[in-house]
């Protein structure tokens, strides 16, 4: 049987060619890339990000207070629940309404401002979660045209999240400044309520005017897209509330448990990993699609599209040489049932195979019929228009419903994948050079402008 389980959680891979020789040749690579001693460095707090000497530690935000994890010789569990306690504290009264902005009002919306990981993440989890959200609140995400969604709201219930690592992201810093002029032209008083700084700069943050009180720290040991686990899920806490977002938290620590233990070949992160390598290196598949089915999965895709293209879209090793051969696939997708009324007609007859990471819960019985249909095919010799070859593979990751718990879990287990794809093809997951480049030109460009 092709299927693995953890607390719930399906993953069944019995519609892939993955054999005892694929699995035979990515489990040998594993030993000769020591990926055992980088899973524990990593897990470890070990600065495996050696482009920046940075340690990565995104497991370290959903770990047990009674954890013990190091930095530099500091114990960073410490710092994280500390910053939790305060979200919690700060999310509750908002979303009781006990906060009260500048005119004594409740907060109604929530304006969450950032960019890339400060905001997919963020922005996908609040949406995951709806079912748990109080029917007063509403939250907006912004990467651009903040002017956009100011127009319906009023600035005495409106809370603006602003998230940037460093606090000088052009980008996010740039909208902030726009909301902020909206603000006080709209008559708005005492801004330092309104706003609220989730950043690893605090002190920059403050320099910019937002009152200790409301700034959310994180570290440079958080990557933007491993981050909604940190104070960049202050807005997805706001709306779903602070039992939910620890259960999320507690989905992802079953799977770091998991991931940290299980035998390769029963460990799913892992093969997920060899599955999606064996298709990229062996088979020569350049992309795959990820197609969940639940509608409160509706921005899973971007957020996965960021977590593995931006971790794993690189071409050059640890020790500075060029990679042989092909490493982080082009992944794209949406809805299943959008999908299918979109871009299935390529997937089941078009000219290139394009695997297919499905996640389904107990009630997309469509969702099973399609990957069976892509697989097996169907023939039809009198009208070869009809013909569907198959043979075309997808996984499934099944889980009973979506839950703070399990989508913590499935966040999690993609995590790990692309972790692992990392370890094999021996490259640094954890950097983005090519997006930073991109941050100093604009920088340069807007310092020629002044």
């Known amino acids: 049987m092709k299927t693995l389980k953890i607390n719930g959680l399906v993953f069944d891979y019995s519609r892939t060619a993955f054999g005892k020789k694929q699995l035979a040749t990515l489990t040998k690579l594993a030993r000769t890339r020591d990926f055992a001693g980088r899973r524990k460095a990593m897990l470890s707090g070990a600065k495996i990000n050696t482009t920046s000497d940075w340690a990565v530690l995104h497991t370290a935000l959903r770990a047990k207070k009674s954890d013990k994890i190091y930095v530099d010789g500091k114990n960073v569990v410490a710092d994280v629940h500390k910053v939790l306690a305060q979200m919690a504290g700060f999310a509750e009264k908002v979303r009781t309404g006990k906060y009260r902005g500048y005119a004594g009002k409740p907060i109604t919306d929530i304006v969450h401002i950032g960019i890339g990981g400060s905001l997919l993440g963020p922005k996908m989890v609040t949406r995951a979660l709806a079912a748990h959200h109080k029917p007063h609140l509403k939250a907006h995400f912004v990467s651009d045209d903040v002017q956009g969604v100011l127009k319906d709201l009023s600035p005495a219930t409106t809370l603006f999240v602003v998230v940037s690592k460093t606090f000088t992201t052009p980008e996010t810093l740039g909208q902030a400044e726009i909301a902020r002029k909206w603000?006080?032209?709209?008559?708005?008083?005492?801004?330092?309520?309104?706003?609220?700084?989730?950043?690893?700069?605090?002190?920059?943050?403050?320099?910019?005017?937002?009152?200790?009180?409301?700034?959310?720290?994180?570290?440079?040991?958080?990557?933007?897209?491993?981050?909604?686990?940190?104070?960049?899920?202050?807005?997805?806490?706001?709306?779903?509330?602070?039992?939910?977002?620890?259960?999320?938290?507690?989905?992802?620590r079953k799977v770091d448990g998991h991931f940290k233990k299980a035998a390769l070949t029963q460990n799913i992160p892992v093969m997920m990993a060899l599955i999606g390598m064996a298709h990229r290196n062996f088979f020569k598949y350049p992309a795959y699609a990820s197609i969940p089915y639940p509608p409160q999965l509706e921005f899973f895709p971007a957020w996965l599209q960021q977590l593995d293209m931006e971790s794993n879209g690189k071409s050059v090793e640890l020790n500075g040489k060029r990679v042989k051969g092909a490493t982080g696939p082009v992944v794209f997708g949406c809805l299943g049932y959008d999908a299918q009324h979109s871009f299935f007609q390529w997937l089941h007859q078009g000219t290139d195979i394009v695997p297919v990471e499905f996640i389904t819960s107990a009630d997309s019985e469509n969702c099973v019929i399609q990957a069976d249909i892509l697989f097996k095919g169907q023939k039809d010799k009198a009208h070869p228009q009809n013909n569907l070859e198959g043979g075309r593979p997808s996984t499934l990751l099944m889980v009973k419903d979506v839950t703070p718990e399990s989508l913590g879990m499935l966040m999690a287990l993609y995590e790990h994948k692309v972790f692992t794809q990392g370890v094999l093809w021996n490259i640094n997951s954890f950097d983005q050079c090519g997006v930073e480049m991109g941050k100093i030109i604009k920088k340069k460009l807007l310092a020629g402008r002044r």
Do not use: C
């Open 183 to 252: 603000f006080k032209k709209k008559g708005g008083k005492h801004a330092e309520k309104h706003f609220v700084g989730v950043t690893a700069n605090p002190a920059t943050a403050a320099k910019w005017g937002v009152p200790e009180g409301n700034v959310f720290q994180f570290w440079d040991w958080v990557g933007g897209r491993y981050s909604t686990w940190s104070a960049v899920g202050i807005t997805p806490m706001i709306m779903a509330g602070a039992k939910a977002f620890t259960q999320f938290l507690e989905g992802g």
